[in-house]
């Protein structure tokens, strides 16, 4: 099935928000809907995106070779990951829902971008102490 690759995946994704984004600048040239309302709706479909991919990550299985660390301390950082992405995404759709339209956007990235950052901290740490224990025990 096309979900099953990552890349399919990623494509479908993409070609959905293309999708998404031309059906509502129609709409929007047709006077059907407002331009915050067509703004609000895509920031409400990238929040849910993010939503959808943090919810996924702690369930991927990755195979043992390619643990950074031992399991149980990669499946808690990968929990703890999603956690975190799941709250910033949370934010960020809550950011296109209610706040005013003005700072909708900056606020939405605000409440987002913090959660992106930890959780690339994790990684590069995790990376960083599986390259030093290779270098080391080799």
């Known amino acids: 099935m096309i979900m099953d690759h990552p890349i399919r995946r990623s494509l479908l994704i993409a070609a959905i928000f293309l999708l998404a984004a031309s059906v509502l600048n ?10 915050e309302t067509a703004v609000r709706l895509m920031g409400l479909l990238m929040g849910s ?29 990968r929990r703890f990951g999603g956690w975190v992405l799941v709250l910033g995404g949370v934010g960020y759709t809550l950011a296109y829902a209610l706040a005013p339209i003005s700072i909708a956007g900056a606020l939405a990235i605000c409440l987002l971008a913090p959660g992106v950052f930890v959780v690339a901290g994790i990684a590069a740490h995790c990376a960083w102490m599986h390259r030093s224990a290779r270098q080391g025990g080799a």
Do not use: G
């Not at 709409?27 to 331009?35: D, E, K, M, T």
């Open 49 to 77: 995106v993010v939503l959808v991919s943090a919810n996924a990550i702690p369930k991927r299985l990755v195979p043992l070779a390619r643990l950074s660390c031992d399991p149980i301390r990669e499946q808690t950082l």
């Open 26 to 35: 129609q709409i929007r040239q047709s006077h059907l809907v407002s331009a």
